[in-house]
Every structure is written in structure tokens, then in C-alpha cells.
């Protein structure tokens, strides 16, 4: 459901498929040792590209391969963002101080009492995996404006107009996990998502 964490272990083989219109908060972990999280920053370096694309390596800060992104059905529409953190308490708060609630809200978008941060922390919570080593995710779905120029970010509310999928192949075993954002910026709030897992 909207505004919920999700985490199921995965083996080395299996295939995840996420099918949404709103923007998820992805992240995964080597079974074997949860130190090997998800990386932004090395998968960026390894693709060159500030996007997850299909055919992508998920990777982690070590360089390891996690998982590769095989299906990707918002391809044309817009681009899964590897900028941005995770929404929550603490991100609403400073907006809140700062004058900047007009970057996420509509009028009939209520502010949540917690967000991607605070699902992706409970979810993980039985891994031992506590908040501060849970990495900045990716947030498929999430299209972002980027000024060559300036590199100011801004959020657009480009989603899926019906739920579309993509698909997630493990490269290890792994512990896989995602918050389904409450997505403010969405003109309509966050949606459900649901997820598959299969063998390939």
C-alpha cells in the first residue's frame, strides 16, 4: 500500500517485477554480508549515466554487481531519478522551515507523519539493518528536470498514466526492499505497487 515498506530476501537468479504509477524507493543488499549495499554513486560511475536504464548494473559501493534492470516499461515516458534521498520526517521538517512544502504538496495532499525513510527503517529492521546504513535508493519513476547549466534539480510530476512494470534480475542472493512514497509531488498522492517475484 501507499506509504509502506516492502522486503523479501531474494536468490541469485530471481527476477523482481514492480508494476506502479508512483515513485518507489529502491534499495538492496548482499544477503551474505549487508555491508554491500546498493551505491548510487558507483552506479553512476559504472553506466555514465545519471539515470537507471535498462540493461543498467545496480552495484555496490564496492563494486559489486547486485542486480541488473531488464525491463524497464516507463522507458520513452520518463527516467528512474539516482539524485535524491528518501522523503520523511526529517526531509518534510526542513522544508516545512524553509518555505519549500509548494515543492511537494497540492491542496488536497495532506503532509504524512513519515515517508520513504521511516518504511524503508521498519521494513529492514528485522536484518539489523538500522536507518544510517541504509543507502540513498533509487527512486524509479521519479522524473527529475536537471539544468545542464546550473545542476539546480527540480521535481516534475511526469508518472506513469497506468501502472507500467520493470523488472529486476539478482545477480546475488540478496535482501531486497522498496517503500512505496507517499510521492507528494504527484498531483494525485502515492499509489499501491505491487511486486512480483519470479525465477528467470
Known sequence: PRNTGWVREMRSGQVLRLTARTIIDFVAFDRADPREAFDQATTKDASGCIYLKRGHRMLSRSGLTLMTLIADGFDGLGTHDLQFGMCGRARHRRAAAEGRLGEYLHDRVELPDHGCAENLTWALRPYGIPYENIPSPVNFFQNMDIDRRTGRMKRTQVRPA???????????????????????????????????????
Not at 523488472?167 to 499509489?191: M, N, T, V, Y
Open 162 to 200: 497506468t501502472p507500467v512494470a520493470i523488472e529486476l534480475h539478482a545477480k546475488r542472493d540478496l535482501i531486497a526492499a522498496f517503500s512505496a512514497c507517499p510521492d507528494l509531488a504527484s498531483p494525485d498522492g502515492g499509489q499501491a505497487v505491487q511486486a512480483t517475484l519470479f525465477d528467470s
